[in-house]
């Protein structure tokens, strides 16, 4: 994303202690020609695609081979309702893609379809006030993972635009919309990435603080520490930290989970399931299957080579563990980071595990093992 908002003209400083200092560009990219590669990020992918989309230009966007195996068809439908001129370049429905000049005499009221990913309509929602037109989105079908909308409308708002929003159906951005930036914006840790640790305290039995996410944090995920808490954690909530212990008398229990919720943080899930001796469901997983892998088929088939018994559904998955887990498995990671990251969690169980390709947590947490290492010596 970086290396795509650098080649549209945008100045981006690196400070100390991890810290960007962004140049806003007034609501237009200063480059408006540019061969961008965004890999197989979908964060980055949807929302620039509909940022330049709105705005106009001549782009060309194209990432990864396993990203042009992943939908964007409902996105390019609704930005073409909107005027926008995006072309597919290769089969349609999916990257890669050409942008030209948006038309202005595009409809204001848009359908979008929600059941795929929720990142179509945080692409749309945020790229729309920069028209300084009046929008009115309306959902067609379901809308999954609701609470990474509120992370979009949250953080839309810090930066001045406030949008309606009608019992997640219909969404309205007001004419005249423009993004103030804050002087200063607080970046709260990765509640995703923070599923690993928080589980690593529940598999182990011994306490693991997360900091950087609390009990007021905006994120969703952090819900994934509610749900470890019905299957047997102890969790205490502070406002810039999360903690989970189990005592070691205490088993940990089976689950039967609509995950919708918490998409990203229940494959973590997957593995704690191996933990409680009997079998678990993961239901409404659907976006699994257009994620970095398929996400759905790669989990199934790494946990067979556990031992587990593994049924997939076509939106749900049901893992029943082995008496004892086979040990030194080595477990393929499909370029996706969250396999690696969840995988490395099998090795708290008492069985040494191989991670293929461990390098693909770069793409979201570069340092994932260092720290998993520290956290294990420590315990």
Same mark, same amino acid.
């Given at each position: 994303?970086?290396?795509?908002?650098?080649?549209?003209?945008?100045?981006?400083?690196?400070?100390?202690?991890?810290?960007?200092?962004?140049?806003?560009?007034?609501?237009?990219?200063?480059?408006?020609?540019?061969?961008?590669?965004?890999?197989?990020?979908?964060?980055?992918?949807?929302?620039?695609?509909?940022?330049?989309?709105?705005?106009?230009?001549?782009?060309?966007?194209?990432?990864?081979?396993?990203?042009?195996?992943?939908?964007?068809?409902?996105?390019?439908?609704?930005?073409?309702?909107?005027?926008?001129?995006? &072309?597919?370049?290769?089969?349609?429905?999916?990257?890669?893609?050409?942008?030209?000049?948006?038309?202005?005499?595009?409809?204001?009221?848009?359908?979008?379809?929600?059941?795929?990913?929720?990142?179509?309509?945080?692409?749309?929602?945020?790229?729309?006030?920069?028209?300084?037109?009046?929008?009115?989105?309306?959902?067609?079908?379901?809308?999954?993972?609701?609470?990474?909308?509120?992370?979009?409308?949250?953080?839309?708002?810090?930066?001045?635009?406030?949008?309606?929003?009608?019992?997640?159906?219909?969404?309205?951005?007001?004419?005249?919309?423009?993004?103030?930036?804050?002087?200063?914006?607080?970046?709260?840790?990765?509640?995703?990435?923070?599923?690993?640790?928080?589980?690593?305290?529940?598999?182990?039995?011994?306490?693991?603080?997360?900091?950087?996410?609390?009990?007021?944090?905006?994120?969703?995920?952090?819900?994934?520490?509610?749900?470890? &808490?019905?299957?047997?954690?102890?969790?205490?909530?502070?406002?810039?930290?999360?903690?989970?212990?189990?005592?070691?008398?205490?088993?940990?229990?089976?689950?039967?989970?609509?995950?919708?919720?918490?998409?990203?943080?229940?494959?973590?899930?997957?593995?704690?399931?191996?933990?409680?001796?009997?079998?678990?469901?993961?239901?409404?997983?659907?976006?699994?299957?257009?994620?970095?892998?398929?996400?759905?088929?790669?989990?199934?088939?790494?946990?067979?080579?556990?031992?587990?018994?593994?049924? &997939?559904?076509?939106?749900?998955?049901?893992?029943?563990?082995?008496?004892?887990?086979?040990?030194?498995?080595?477990?393929?990671?499909?370029?996706?980071?969250?396999?690696?990251?969840?995988?490395?969690?099998?090795?708290?169980?008492?069985?040494?595990?191989?991670?293929?390709?461990?390098?693909?947590?770069?793409?979201?947490?570069?340092?994932?093992?260092?720290?998993?290492?520290?956290?294990?010596?420590?315990?």
């Amino acid at each position: 994303m970086l290396e795509a908002l650098d080649k549209l003209g945008v100045g981006i400083e690196h400070l100390a202690e991890g810290r960007l200092k962004v140049h806003g560009t007034g609501g237009r990219f200063p480059n408006r020609t540019a061969d961008l590669f965004l890999g197989n990020a979908g964060t980055a992918f949807r929302p620039l695609t509909a940022a330049l989309a709105v705005l106009g230009g001549d782009y060309h966007l194209h990432g990864v081979p396993r990203m042009h195996e992943r939908p964007i068809g409902d996105l390019v439908d609704a930005l073409r309702i909107a005027g926008a001129d995006v &072309e597919y370049l290769g089969n349609e429905h999916y990257p890669p893609l050409h942008i030209s000049e948006r038309q202005d005499n595009g409809e204001r009221l848009i359908p979008i379809k929600g059941n795929v990913s929720s990142q179509f309509l945080t692409a749309l929602l945020m790229a729309l006030p920069l028209t300084g037109q009046a929008f009115e989105i309306r959902m067609v079908g379901e809308l999954i993972s609701k609470p990474y909308i509120d992370i979009t409308l949250k953080l839309m708002a810090q930066f001045g635009v406030q949008v309606a929003n009608e019992n997640y159906r219909v969404f309205k951005i007001p004419a005249d919309a423009h993004y103030h930036a804050p002087e200063h914006l607080h970046v709260e840790g990765d509640a995703s990435g923070a599923s690993y640790f928080l589980a690593a305290g529940l598999i182990a039995a011994t306490p693991v603080r997360v900091t950087g996410i609390g009990a007021n944090s905006i994120q969703g995920d952090v819900a994934f520490a509610r749900e470890l &808490e019905k299957i047997g954690a102890d969790v205490v909530w502070g406002e810039n930290f999360v903690e989970v212990s189990r005592p070691k008398e205490r088993a940990v229990q089976a689950f039967d989970l609509d995950a919708n919720h918490i998409p990203d943080a229940a494959m973590t899930l997957a593995i704690v399931a191996l933990a409680t001796g009997q079998t678990c469901t993961l239901r409404n997983i659907g976006s699994w299957r257009v994620k970095e892998t398929d996400r759905i088929a790669a989990m199934a088939n790494e946990l067979r080579k556990l031992g587990a018994k593994v049924v &997939e559904e076509a939106e749900a998955i049901r893992i029943t563990p082995p008496e004892t887990l086979t040990p030194d498995a080595v477990i393929d990671t499909y370029d996706d980071h969250r396999m690696a990251m969840c995988f490395s969690l099998v090795s708290l169980l008492g069985v040494p595990v191989v991670i293929n390709d461990p390098k693909c947590t770069h793409k979201t947490f570069p340092t994932y093992f260092e720290i998993f290492s520290s956290l294990t010596e420590t315990a």
